[in-house]
Nanobody
């Protein structure tokens, strides 16, 4: 059983930066991702990284967000720079059950989810 716990949420002004972390207890050499969900909207994939270290980003965050993973520490990170009010959402980390996936932003590809952490960006 994999347990995921996110840390690092909070409030920031537009243009600011935050770093999220997600600690995984259990097998972590599989693809992982960050998703977000704003009120009244569907959950959307933000960034993903597979067991080989390949990354994918949503167009809306390319050049601003960076996903990384420290396998030795079983920790997933999301560095968020140049934050915008539209980045406001609950952010979730998630883990799949294999090394890689062809659909990194499909929530149904992921088996385990964290409880979420709120990010609020004010203008």
């Amino acid at each position: 059983q994999v347990q995921l716990v996110e840390h690092g949420g909070g409030s920031v002004q537009a243009g600011g930066s935050l770093r999220l972390s997600c600690t995984a207890a259990g097998y972590t050499y599989s693809f992982m991702g960050w998703f977000r969900q704003a009120p009244g909207k569907e959950r959307e994939g933000v960034a993903a990284i597979d067991g080989h270290g390949s990354t994918n980003y949503a167009d809306s965050v390319k050049g601003r967000f960076t996903i990384s993973k420290a396998n030795a520490q079983n920790t997933l990170y999301l560095q968020m720079n140049s934050l915008k009010p539209e980045d406001t959402a609950m952010y979730y980390c998630a883990q799949g059950g294999s090394i890689a996936t062809m659909f990194p932003f499909d929530p149904y590809e992921y088996n385990y989810w964290g409880q979420g952490t709120q990010i609020t960006v004010s203008s």
